[in-house]
């Protein structure tokens, strides 16, 4: 595989993978809420649901574990012909999304519910950071060094929000964008710019350890992963 063409492909898997991850996870929201119901999915939230808050504590240890499952699977789709450990890069998904639950209930705990959006922009973005962490982990018991992929990561995640608001408010110039759209669009976003803008030194990082499987019958591999 080129680098130009594992590049594209590693864009699109961060960022189909995570518009999926984050539909799949507010979806589970509506079933522990709704259950069967589906009439009442994608609706406007229910303000005066009844346990609102416990249903929601409940979706969250349900929802966002399975929202890293499938962005991790989606990337580890891409990463099939270099030796990475696909188990413990997918399991560093749901792994990562929980560490923003055990770091916020306690607050929420004791002072009550966090004002505007600072709970689900922590739990987001903590979820993606700390999968992250997990999958620099794994790189480098694998002798690895992907620090600097690491970082651009990180550092990829705030220029995918503004990258969702820019394309959102074009979009909605034309065409008015429904919930579903907006929860798959920032996902789409966010994982996509992110993997955009520390992707070449990623692959930098995984290239030097690229599979014998594949090295054989496809021909070399140069420094830089590509045949």
Do not use: C, H
Request: a neutral charge; aromatic letters at 14%; proline letters at 4%.
């Amino acid at each position: 595989m080129t680098r130009k063409a594992f590049l594209t492909r590693w864009i699109l898997a961060n960022g189909v993978g995570m518009a999926l991850g984050f539909l799949a996870f507010v979806n589970i929201v509506f079933f522990v809420a709704f259950g069967l119901q589906f009439d009442l999915y994608w609706t406007e939230p229910q303000d005066d649901l009844e346990n609102a808050e416990e249903l929601l504590r409940r979706a969250l240890v349900l929802g966002l574990p399975l929202a890293g499952a499938i962005f991790t699977t989606f990337q580890a789709i891409v990463l099939r012909d270099y030796s990475v450990d696909l188990r413990s890069w997918i399991f560093a998904g749901p792994t990562g999304f929980a560490v923003p639950l055990l770091l916020i209930w306690p607050f929420t705990a004791i002072w009550g519910d966090i004002p505007g959006p600072v709970e689900p922009f922590t739990i987001v973005a903590g979820g993606l950071v700390g999968t992250a962490v997990f999958q620099w982990w794994t790189l480098r018991r694998k002798g690895m060094e992907s620090k600097r992929w690491l970082l651009l990561w990180i550092a990829g995640l705030p220029l995918g929000a503004i990258a969702f608001m820019l394309a959102y408010t074009l979009i909605d110039m034309v065409y008015s964008i429904s919930w579903a759209g907006e929860v798959g669009l920032i996902g789409f976003a966010i994982g996509s710019s992110a993997a955009a803008v520390s992707g070449r030194a990623f692959l930098r990082a995984i290239s030097v350890e690229a599979s014998a499987a594949t090295a054989i019958g496809s021909g070399p591999i140069d420094g830089t992963g590509a045949r």
